[in-house]
């Protein structure tokens, strides 16, 4: 099983490596760097998923949260956490929020960017031009806290990998409130829609889900940092799609972490006669569905040239069900 996934891993990394070998970016700065500080070469990874040893916990852990996003945006968009954040240039200033005088707050953190997930019908072709990242304007954002519909518009942006200008927000989305009183606790989903469009007039519908309870009495509801809901208790779910009634077709974006910090990480190793490969995956999990997760580094020597590659855009991975 694990022979598959390699090799549909390996042909995802080749397809790419002609425009990947000897080339730098400021990924490489950002995850390198947290990397050679846990001392990844030298550790004994397996492919087993069992957990990594603390020297590269720290490593890895430490190359995501200081300059992984940073890197990601060609040379540190978001930075070391002090400096300001350097958003897109064609995202849209936190004013572009729209809702109420509202006692519940949505809290975005500067890092809350997330990639576009594989879809297991696509093929790896199809994956690689289905390429995208969303951002969010960091800042509070008022919530309602009474159960109803209402106008609404959360600032965020996309990039992809396409011809032209990926979609931008067009006018004043909704919201749907849905509340429970558990008693000491608030059960909550809110769904927020939003239609987009391109710059050649191309319909997109963003639909972001946000489920989980909190203790009565708490007024910030949810944090979204990039990151991936480590248990069900908390459920985020965003698409960007072309027909709103079905948002999970070929041509979607589903978007989830970019880097899945956190999760259990494996590494699949192949020797061939021109080199070797290393790819590291990172996967979280899920009761029934294929597990959410992402491909973040490949890594090895082909023709006697040594790669490392970790720009989300030149890893391209596409599983069969439960990433057999």
């Known amino acids: 099983m694990r022979t598959n996934l390699c090799l549909v891993l390996i042909f995802g990394l080749w397809f790419s490596l002609a425009g990947c070998l000897g080339q730098g970016s400021g990924s490489d700065a950002g995850v390198d760097a947290g990397l050679d500080a846990g001392e990844m070469d030298g550790m004994n990874l ?15 852990d430490g190359g995501f949260d200081g300059g992984f996003d940073g890197g990601f945006d060609g040379g540190g968009d978001l930075g070391d956490g002090d400096a300001e954040v350097e958003l897109w240039p064609w995202c849209p200033p936190a004013s572009d929020y729209v809702g109420g ?22 093929t790896l072709e199809q994956e690689q031009q289905l390429k995208a990242r969303l951002r969010f304007v960091p800042g509070d954002y008022a919530l309602p806290t009474d159960n109803g519909s209402y106008p609404f518009r959360l600032p965020i942006c996309v990039e992809w990998d396409q011809p032209g200008p990926a979609p931008v927000a067009e006018g004043v989305g909704s919201l749907t409130a849905t509340l429970n009183d558990l008693g000491d ?21 963003y639909r972001l ?16 940092n990039g990151g991936f809901p480590e248990d069900f208790e908390s459920m985020v779910s965003q698409n960007l799609c072309k027909d709103p009634a079905q948002c999970w077709g070929l041509e979607d974006y589903q978007f989830a972490s970019c880097h899945f910090e956190g999760a259990t990480h494996q590494t699949h190793t192949v020797d061939f006669d021109r080199g070797w490969l290393r790819l590291h995956f990172m996967m979280g999990w899920s009761p029934a569905s294929t597990e959410p ?13 040594g790669f490392d590659q970790t720009d989300y855009y030149h890893l391209i991975y596409n599983p069969e069900h439960h990433h057999f």
């Open 293 to 305: 997760a992402a491909f973040v580094r490949g890594e090895g020597v082909f023709d006697g040239v």
């Open 46 to 60: 397996t492919d087993d998923g069992e957990d990594l040893a603390d020297g590269f916990d720290g490593g890895f």
């Open 101 to 122: 005088d509202w006692a519940w707050t949505l809290r975005i953190s500067p890092d809350a960017v997330y990639c576009a997930s594989f879809n297991e019908s696509r």
């Open 209 to 224: 889900s946000l489920v989980a309870q909190m203790p009565a009495g708490q007024t910030v509801i949810s944090t979204l």
């Open 185 to 205: 606790k608030i059960g909550y989903q809110f769904l927020i829609e939003q239609p987009m469009r391109t710059e050649s007039g191309e319909s997109f519908h």
